[in-house]
């Protein structure tokens, strides 16, 4: 009975030492109490869920999900600790199968829920749980969470779903505002996007201007996101050089966040183009370090991937860039960039005909489902060769597009005068011409059209053809 005594003794103190520590989130010693009580009582709950909870705190995840897993019985009920784990340790879809078991989540579980559908880019899904949150949810991270709506909304914008119209956005913080101007970006509002991220760092800087103790230094990381997306509109506004600058400040100050580190380097690597290749060779290594996956989204991996292999072209390394644009065509089956790039190294290896060939076998495969810019492509390489016959029955297979006045039109005429077929040429503006009638007869190219087909027809002789034309575009 007196052991007995003691040992409950022992454990009401250490519970109160826990309780203190836990308190004063002195979590490595809270830790440390959890232990000596499990010791004394391995099935003691709540203790056990106190060590869960402290390894979570101090970033050790991996050894909190195993002691979750190991211990079924005591951990029955610690759902979102399990989600949490998975999540943090990017076991994203494991933590979204963990969540989904739930029958009656807690608005922290459907917190969880929204950062998990977020980080799987199912935004349209991700928007439905925050909005049902901000609707049914008051308490102290109310703004926390319009933050992160915001968010959804800017990323189902660059999606074009029209789920993002329905709210307007405060602009209380210079994270909202941020948001705003992410909304407005993939809308295509450039100037409205840079507006409001002018507008966004301003409202960062005001926040410090009583914090005698925040450095400039501490200021600038804080604005770094921002700088970083004004960079990507300045540069989409063909404001290069700013868009330029704001990216090296950025980077010199050596950004702790590596994913936007990545997004910069790789955008100053779009903007060196074919130039500053050295330059270009440093900054794609910081945009593909080892772990980058998790913190950029799937379009930025293939934007950098893109890149990457883009300098591998300009580079003159044949076998890498090959090798990443077969890895390009894998990720993006639907996009013609691959085959290009392929296409463009063959030509830069002066493999002509090689190319032709495997533009010519790409386009057997896709029939009908062939693109313009292929067929472009195709043409351009055809009269490299000097075979202007190929190039012309090329242009003639784009269907609506050679029809178009300028390039193509413009191009079949003189192939076809070059290769010395007169009635060819006035075939391909007589055949424009009839499509416009009954396509699109309003349109200012059917008289462009008109006029190009009956100077042709006067320089041929036919003066009659071309008079009676000239009268129809009249009436």
Known sequence: MAAQNKQHLNLSSLFTELNRFGKAQDYEKALRTANKILKENPEEEKAFHYK????????????????INRNPALSSNFTFERAYCQYRLNQVQEALSTLRNVTNPSNKVRELLGQVLYRLERYSECFDVYRDLMKNSTDDYEEERETNFGAVLAALSAENDPKADQYGLREESY????????????????????????????????????????????????????????????QMQGKLDK????????????????????????????????QNLFDSKKKIRLA???GLQHKLTSAQQSAILLNQCLLHLHSNQSEQCRKLANRLQAER??????????????????QMHKAEQYLQNHIAKKGDERSANILL?????????GNQADAA???????????????????????????????????????????????????????????????????????????QMLEDMRR
């Open 288 to 290: 593909t370090a080892d």
């Open 377 to 385: 492509t195709l043409a351009q390489i055809q009269l490299q060769q």
């Open 243 to 274: 868009a330029a600058k704001l990216y090296n400040q950025v980077l010199k100050q050596k950004p702790a966040d590596a994913g936007m580190a990545a997004v910069a380097s790789n955008n100053v690597v779009c903007l060196n183009k074919d």
């Open 52 to 67: 869960v909870v402290c390894l979570i705190q101090l970033g050790r995840f991996d050894e909190a999900l195993k002691l």
């Open 333 to 350: 089956p639907a996009s013609d960039v691959p085959q290009l790039i392929l296409v463009a190294q063959l030509c830069k290896d002066k």
């Open 175 to 234: 994270e909202l505002v941020y948001n705003s101007a992410c909304y407005l970006l993939g809308k295509g509002d450039f100037t409205g996007a840079e507006e409001k991220l002018m507008k966004a760092e301003d409202i960062c800087r005001k926040n410090f201007d009583h914090d005698e103790d925040t450095t400039e230094d501490e200021i600038d990381a804080e604005l770094e996101i921002i700088r970083v997306q004004l960079g990507y509109v300045l």
């Open 393 to 467: 029955e090329t242009l003639s297979s784009l269907g609506a597009l050679s029809h178009k006045p300028g390039i193509v039109v413009s191009a079949l005429v003189a192939l076809y005068a070059s290769l010395g077929k007169p009635d060819a040429a006035s075939d391909v503006l007589n055949k424009a011409v009839k499509w416009y009638k009954k396509h699109d007869p309003t349109s200012q190219d059917l008289s462009v059209l008109i006029r190009e087909s009956s100077q042709l027809h006067l320089e041929q002789g036919k003066s009659d053809i071309a008079v």
